[in-house]
């Protein structure tokens, strides 16, 4: 036991174990490879034993036949060599006869005769003495006369002196050797090979003669070769010089092929060179020619073929293996990388499969979900029967194409949106076996969408409910792309409304002239697009009645399109307002200036008074001097025109007051500031000359036109004068200081741009801060009798041209040496004045006659 234990034996069983070990030891590769070679080398290894087997019984068989050929060829030669030797000795003893008993040539023919009988194979026997003549001879004759050229019977070869013949050879051998002896094998008159056998004759006085026997090589083999060696093989009788001298059968064989088996042996007892061959019939088989030989070498070349063939099959199958293996990876890697969860159902509702995200996603693994029947365990309980009732139309394959919302429970009970979507499996045949459904968390998506619904129903909400009319028309398609409740209210539900919001504007938008101008992308004025937010405009709209202040902006929509919006915000309440304020400021101008002239009234009163004072002196001047008859007509017509003068003069002051008073609606048009400023002059000159105020006025050359209404401004002017009048007045300020300087310039700044000043300065006591704080209130007045209009009307006058109205005190190091008025007006300064040029001095509008002071 210990012993079997310590080396145990190679058991078939464990041997197997041993090589199931080994090959699985083997990669993969190395594997392929055993199992490609291993049939391959058992091919080859059949192949070298079958050209082995062949081999060895090739070899086998020539050695047989060698065996056989010599074993043939020995027995013919041991049977030609016995008679041979019989003869040889009957010979021997019928010459030592014929010596001894003195024979003669009779009895030697008999004795011939009878040896020749029984012998076919001796053609000739002759008895010659020394001197090599015949005593007797006894000869057969194969030869057919009838053949012979001539008919003669030729003489037998025997030896002749000094001739040179095998048959002489043979004698002189045999007579100095004095025994018997074979000739060199030769051919006879018919051309038959043949040898001949000289027995010498020894007497008492010594050589006597021979007797000479010739032997038929032919016959020695026709008769002395048995038939059964003949018939296996060819049996020849080769000469010294290894010519073949005949042969049992007529084989062209006279040079040995390799294929031939030949065995030669010396024909004993000639010792004359002549030899025996014995020569193998069947050339023996070779593999070459072996047609068994062949079909097994050519089965094996199938097989091999058909073994690599089914290696390069095997090798072309491992590759689509290896790109299954690598696509199966692949799949296998993009599904568990996916976020989407998949789910496979047979026909019946089984679960068959799930993917890593959907165990991810429900918290069930894989083996809990697999093969399971609805209901699932992630199905809510509330929700079995809906969710059941969604499976069954999903079993019927009625899900909507858009997926479908449900509930999902997780393992751990919390409960998520998601959303389905389900296709029918298909297996490689066409044949539908399942549904897959995939299965996306849309908790997030759902959240991000609920909250975005309500931030727009917010936005809805908002704009609804706005008293503004908002609406988007599309530039391009000329389609409304939205509106809120007031412009459906007020426009109803098309794009007229919105046209008419922006096609009734102060500037068209879309109609504007010069390419430059125009974006070519969208023919839009690019001007419009730049603009962050347009201007605002104030837009009526007579259908309703109604005045719309409308912002309108361009966008891109939320499809891209390039979109114009409108909000249009009903001002109609506010234009009314304004318009009133507008009209009541303008009765008020005009009361203004009806109080002015009311306040000028005593003035204006003085100022007639002086013409009509005038008119009537020269009347009375003149009536009397024409009573009195000294008049002479040019003197009356002097005076009278002089009269018409003063009246003219008095009609100007009351065209001049009446024109100022009529209550007209302002009206803007192109005027001079020098046509203004001279009648304003004119006017409140009678006040200034009242109140024995000097002006001095200046007003630079070529101005160019303002657009404004004169009237208005001129009693701007005369109110700014007047109150400079009434402060110096009644400050009681010496002469030195009474007086006003109007001055009208040009003026550029960066904040107005171009602009007409109209300064008044005076000399008066100027103003303290607190009125200077109040200076535009309405009905504020420092004077018993004042209003305290004239300056607040100055200063929406001035407004409602864009223009401004400044004040300001003027010092004289801390003494107020009087105020300052000044009152700016926009104007193109690039165009320059027109119609009747303005005189280059400045106009010295000073009222500084005699009678101011006096009156
Ligand atoms: P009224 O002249 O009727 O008082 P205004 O509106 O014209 O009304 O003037 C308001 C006040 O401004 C005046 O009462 C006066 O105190 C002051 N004021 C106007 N112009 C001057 C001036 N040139 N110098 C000093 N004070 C002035």
Redesign the pocket.
């Known amino acids: 036991m210990s012993d079997l234990r310590e080396a145990p034996k190679p058991t078939p069983s464990r041997l197997k174990r041993l090589a199931g070990r080994w090959w699985r030891q083997q990669s993969p590769s190395r594997q392929d490879r055993f199992a490609t070679m291993g049939p391959l080398v058992s091919v080859l290894l059949f192949l070298a034993a079958i050209t082995s087997a062949f081999w060895y019984l090739r070899n086998e068989e020539i050695d047989r036949a060698t065996e056989a050929l010599h074993r043939d060829t020995e027995v013919a030669q041991q049977q030609i060599r016995l008679h041979l030797i019989e003869n040889q000795e009957q010979l021997v003893r019928m010459a030592r006869e014929l010596v001894t008993r003195d024979i003669d040539a009779k009895e030697f023919m008999d004795q011939a005769a009878t040896f020749q009988r029984e012998r076919p194979e001796v053609r000739l026997v002759a008895w010659i003495n020394a001197q090599r003549e015949v005593r007797a001879s006894q000869a057969v004759s194969t030869f057919h006369p009838e053949t012979a050229p001539n008919g003669e019977i030729p003489e037998p070869a025997l030896p002749v002196e000094n001739q040179r013949s095998e048959a002489e050879a043979a004698f002189l051998a045999a007579r100095d050797a004095r025994q018997p002896l074979y000739s060199k094998p030769y051919n006879d008159a018919q051309g038959a090979p043949v040898f001949q056998l000289h027995v010498p004759l020894i007497d008492r006085h010594g050589f006597a003669g021979a007797i000479v026997v010739e032997y038929s090589i032919e016959a020695l083999l026709r008769y002395f070769v048995p038939t059964e060696v003949t018939r296996r093989h060819a049996i020849a009788v080769l000469g010294p010089d290894q010519r073949v001298l005949t042969g049992t059968v007529n084989t062209p064989t006279q040079t040995q092929s390799n294929n031939t088996l030949a065995y030669q042996v010396p024909l004993a007892p000639l010792a004359n060179g002549m030899q025996l061959r014995g020569q193998g019939f069947r050339t023996s088989i070779g593999l070459i020619g072996n047609t068994l030989f062949w079909m097994v070498v050519a089965l094996s070349v199938l097989t091999v073929w058909m073994l690599l063939g089914t290696w390069r099959h095997m090798r072309r199958r491992g590759q689509i293996q290896k790109a299954l293996v690598q696509e199966t990876n692949f799949r296998r890697a993009m599904e568990n990388s996916m976020l989407t969860g998949m789910r496979a159902m047979d026909m019946n509702g089984q679960v068959t499969y799930v993917n890593p995200a959907f165990c991810a996603m429900t918290g069930y693994s894989e083996a809990e979900l697999v093969d399971g029947f609805p209901p699932f365990p992630y199905w809510p309980e509330d929700r079995i029967e809906e969710n059941m009732r969604l499976l069954q139309q999903e079993l019927q394959g009625r899900s909507p194409a858009g997926g479908i919302e449900v509930k999902v429970k997780r393992k751990d009970g919390s409960v998520f949106d998601a959303r389905m979507y389900v296709s029918p499996l298909i297996d490689p045949k066409g044949q539908q076996t399942g549904w897959m459904t995939s299965m996306t968390n849309i908790t997030e998506a759902k959240r991000i969408r609920d909250q975005l619904s309500a931030s727009h129903e917010r936005f809805t909400t908002v704009l609804e409910q706005l008293d503004a009319a908002v609406s988007v028309l599309s530039v391009q398609q000329g389609e409304l792309l939205f509106t809120n409740r007031s412009y459906r209210l007020w426009f109803g539900g098309d794009a007229k409304g919105h046209e008419g919001l922006t096609s009734v504007g102060i500037s068209p938008p879309f109609q504007t002239e010069g390419d430059d101008e125009v974006d070519t992308l969208s023919g839009l004025p690019t001007q419009e697009l730049m603009e962050s937010g347009a201007q605002p405009r104030e837009v009526y709209i007579e259908s309703l009645q109604m005045w719309f202040d409308v912002r309108s902006r361009y966008l891109q929509w939320t499809d891209g399109r390039l979109a114009q919006m409108l909000i249009a915000t009903d001002i109609t309440a506010r234009r009314r307002i304004e318009e009133q304020a507008q009209q009541q400021a303008e009765r008020a101008a005009a009361t203004s200036r009806l109080i002015t002239m009311g306040e000028m009234a005593s003035s204006v009163a003085h100022e007639l008074n002086q013409p009509l004072t005038a008119i009537t002196n020269y009347c009375n001047g003149i009536v009397s001097r024409v009573r009195a008859g000294t008049i002479q007509t040019e003197d009356m017509i002097a005076a009278l025109q002089k009269t018409a003068r003063q009246a003219e003069r008095a009609g100007q002051v009351i065209h001049r007051i009446r024109a100022f008073v009529k209550r007209s609606e302002p009206q803007r048009q192109a005027s001079q500031a020098v046509d203004i400023v001279e009648d304003a002059v004119e006017l409140a000159g009678i006040e200034l000359r009242r109140r024995k105020v000097n002006i001095h006025t200046y007003v630079a050359q070529r101005l160019p036109p303002l657009m404004v209404d004169p009237i208005l401004i001129e009693q701007v002017l005369m ?2 004068l ?3 009048a ?2 110096i007045d009644n400050a009681q300020m010496p002469p030195s200081r009474r007086h006003i300087e109007l001055r009208v310039v040009p003026k550029h700044s960066a904040e107005e741009g171009g602009v007409i000043e109209f300064s ?1 300065t ?1 000399t ?4 303290k801060e607190d ?1 200077l704080a109040r ?2 209130e309405a009905f ?4 018993v ?10 200063r929406s006058i001035i407004e409602s041209h864009q223009g401004r109205i400044r ?1 300001q005190n003027l010092y004289n190091g801390s003494s107020v040496t ?2 300052r ?1 000044a009152v700016t007006l926009p104007v193109d300064l690039t165009q320059k004045a027109e119609g009747p040029s303005v005189p280059d001095v400045p106009m010295e509008a000073a009222v500084s006659n005699p009678n101011a002071s006096s009156s």
């Open positions: 109110n700014l007047k109150n400079a009434e402060a008044v005076d008066g006591p100027g103003m009125v200076l535009y504020f007045s420092t004077k009798e004042g209003m305290g209009i004239g300056l607040s009307l100055c004040a009087g105020c008025f």
